[in-house]
């Protein structure tokens, strides 16, 4: 028995970009159009032999790779990489304009949310179209039934037609279907970023289960730390074409350096335009990440933030501050460096300096950062403030996860200390009667 799933060959999908929309016609207007098209076409023979007028993108091209029985391979990429019309084409959603995909075997998948559902139907009514859709007998619907129903957690609602159902409710019974309806090949695309994290983590739990009961499984996710624990084998799709296809460890190291814009250091070469006054003018600022490079840090990484600077008059105190924000805008922290010991109360001499602040590592959670520099004097006038100084992200280091592969809530993520010891006796009031 051959033992590949899916063959794909010469892959490409063309759209056309900026067509207008037609007026509607006449039947007169119909009539003429249908006898003079044959004319039209022979008359206009470039739109006839590219199919088209105008501009076109190309959402794949040239794409050709096999995935075998059983495989979980993760797909990764920027927006608008060809991701998610790779999985449509697959899905037989749509058709390619050139090449070709076989699939052998059933195909489930999960693309949008509430895809494959009709509006006025159940969610009773739903799961078994949806398994009738996959060619199951209603015997094999009938004794998953209530397995999926417990999964998506909806029993009060399940004879309810779906056009009711929130975009959550509409979520877990998609997934449930999908999963557990025996389809041969299933397809999951990024529409579980839309679940609480909750549901995200035990989505991700039952694709680790059933990827380990032979099902070949199709993954897109921006979650590389999903990624990377669920799937045996990585591609790396960027404008429509594959730039790499193999272990996931290397596959997504060499995605995440080009992934990253990052601004890890600042130079000021001319005295003249660099920020400060006529005391005190910045040199630089930089990131220096411990034991490895800025576009592979990750929450286990210690920092160093390494400031230049010339102070220009002699007994000039002078204050440094670092404020931390995350993606969302959130402060993290802030930092002063009035509270070194070496200068605290201490003005400086004339001349240059280098003054570092270390950020231990475990202490940043994954994500985006945006420190901000404020150079004060006499520990109240502002000389400058230099916001987005450096900008970077810190990777997840996909440590200790014990099967959960969801974002890593909190803004901070410490590593604390904890112990467990045995007690030589139970509690009087825990121990049975």
């Known amino acids: 028995m051959d033992d590949t799933a899916i063959t794909v060959e010469g892959l490409g999908k063309r759209y056309r970009l900026g067509r207008k929309q037609e007026s509607y016609k006449t039947l007169r207007d119909t009539l003429s159009r249908t006898f003079t098209a044959p004319f039209l076409r022979l008359w206009s023979p470039v739109a006839n032999q590219h199919g088209h007028n105008g501009n076109t993108i190309w959402a794949l091209k040239d794409l050709s790779f096999e995935l075998n029985r059983g495989e979980v391979i993760g797909i990764i990429g920027r927006n608008g990489a060809g991701k998610s019309t790779l999985l449509k084409i697959l899905s037989r959603i749509t058709e390619p304009t050139e090449g070709y995909a076989d699939v052998h075997g059933s195909v489930s998948s999960l693309l949008e949310v509430g895809i494959g559902f009709h509006g006025e139907l159940s969610g009773r009514e739903n799961v078994y179209l949806n398994g009738a859709i996959l060619g199951m007998k209603r015997s094999e619907i009938t004794q998953n039934f209530d397995e999926i129903v417990a999964f998506a957690e909806i029993e009060k609602f399940i004879d309810t037609p779906v056009k009711w159902y929130s975009s959550g409710m509409y979520l877990r019974l998609a997934f449930a279907v999908a999963a557990h309806l025996q389809s041969e090949i299933l397809i999951v695309d990024e529409v579980l970023a839309v679940g609480d994290a909750q549901f995200q983590s035990k989505c991700l739990g039952k694709m680790d289960q059933i990827s380990r009961g032979g099902r070949t499984i199709l993954f897109v996710s921006h979650n590389l730390a999903a990624v990377q624990n669920l799937c045996s084998r990585v591609m790396w799709v960027q404008d429509g074409s594959i730039v790499e296809d193999g272990q996931p460890g290397q596959v997504i190291s060499n995605y995440l350096k080009t992934a990253t814009t990052s601004i890890a250091e600042r130079f000021w070469d001319n005295p003249t335009d660099a920020p ?158």
């Open 276 to 433: 400060g006054d006529e005391a005190i003018r910045l040199h630089s600022i930089r990131l220096i990440p411990q034991d490895t490079t800025v576009e592979l840090m990750n929450t286990r990484t210690a920092l160093m933030i390494e400031i230049e600077y010339s102070n220009f008059k002699p007994n000039t105190e002078l204050d440094l501050t670092l404020v931390v924000h995350n993606h969302e805008g959130i402060c993290v922290f802030s930092s002063n460096s009035a509270g070194e010991h070496a200068w605290q109360g201490k003005p400086l001499r004339t001349g240059s300096f280098r003054t570092i602040c270390l950020i231990p590592g475990n202490i940043l959670n994954g994500g985006l950062y945006r420190i901000s520099l404020i150079v004060t004097k006499e520990h109240s006038t502002l000389v400058h403030r230099e916001n987005d100084a450096l900008v970077f992200e810190m990777k997840d280091d996909m440590i200790n996860r014990n099967g959960w592969y969801g974002k890593w809530p909190g803004v901070i993520r410490p590593k604390l200390y904890w112990s467990t010891e045995p007690l030589e006796t139970i509690p009087k009031r825990f121990m049975q009667v």
